[in-house]
């Protein structure tokens, strides 16, 4: 069962979009863009800048003030995040003033995880659990790093962070296209994430993490007709590439808000976003009481046909969700789909964002 938590943090540390100037809806609280940057990251520049009163005029305060004539800080674009194809979040629950954090996937890549983690400064000593969607590279593809980072910040007075992983690990996975078989490059394997210092554990179990505030959920039933994986989904078995369409090592988590409900986060949503979505509500809420609030991550629409996206938007709102943290594979006509049918509920995930729930 799971513990209802007082509020929950998603730290945007890689996704595939970015946008520090869009004011986000009042549906959430969100923290990171270009100002936010500039007041907490910003660099001491002295009293040699400015000192004129150039600023009266201009200044739509109302003409300089003492203190204004100066400026105080000098913002970096060093300082913002970049983007990348994948996803990582930092998820910390928020319970009685103690909080718990968890690392949701792990990044493209070793180098943007890292150079991204360098700009926000997250607290990685925190990060108790390492959770991996499903073995695909632009969600594995930083776990060396992420690790490495994460039990370089505990030291050795900390236990190591858990790594939480599907069995079914893939030699390779690709897919059919006109040309022949593309292959990804191959998922760190489990030795190697020992290798780094962290504690594997496999399971393809529903099971619960850190005080029971986050669930891990095992296999996504398949129950929609029209969210049917990838089509030309490959994976090399014994040297030979065999039809891997369904992807059934994908899992989520799932956390309870209290007084809000169910948030669900899911990586690429190859089940289905749908899919997840109702195996949510049927693993935080075997009773039904509590409803889904939030879903959060890669729904898997960006290269949907028209009608896939309009069934799924509908479904979703059918669901009662209220809020739809939507990035990394979600496409732009998904998200133009949400805004226009449940006007102010979308949340565009940027890369940098601190959302709160
Ligand atoms: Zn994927
Ligand atoms: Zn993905």
Known sequence: MLVPLDSV????????EVDPMSTQPPCITATGRLGDVALTKGRQVGQERGGGTGLEGLDPIGGVKPGFEKSVKEVAMEQLCCGAHGLSLMLTAIKAGASQALLFDTAPTESIFEANTRRLQPSLKDVKHIHLSHWHRDHSGGMLS????????KGSSLPPVT???HPARPDYRGFVTPLGVVSLEADPSFQEIEDVGGKVVKTNE???VLDSHFLVSGEIPRVT??????RGGLRLENGAWVSDQWIMD????????KDKGLVLFTGCSHAGVVNAAKHAITLGSPDGSIPLYAVVGGYHLADAEPEKIATTVSDLKALG???LIAGHCTGWRAK???EKEMPGSLVPSFVGIKTVI
């Open 9 to 16: 943090e998603i730290l945007a540390i890689v996704d595939n």
């Open 146 to 153: 992420a690790v490495r980072m994460i039990q370089d910040a």
């Open 163 to 165: 790594v939480d992983l």
């Open 206 to 208: 529903a099971h619960e």
């Open 225 to 230: 007709v029209y969210e049917d994986g990838i």
């Open 250 to 257: 994908e899992r989520f988590i799932v956390c309870h808000v």
């Open 321 to 323: 969700v209220k809020v």
């Open 336 to 338: 133009f789909e949400i």
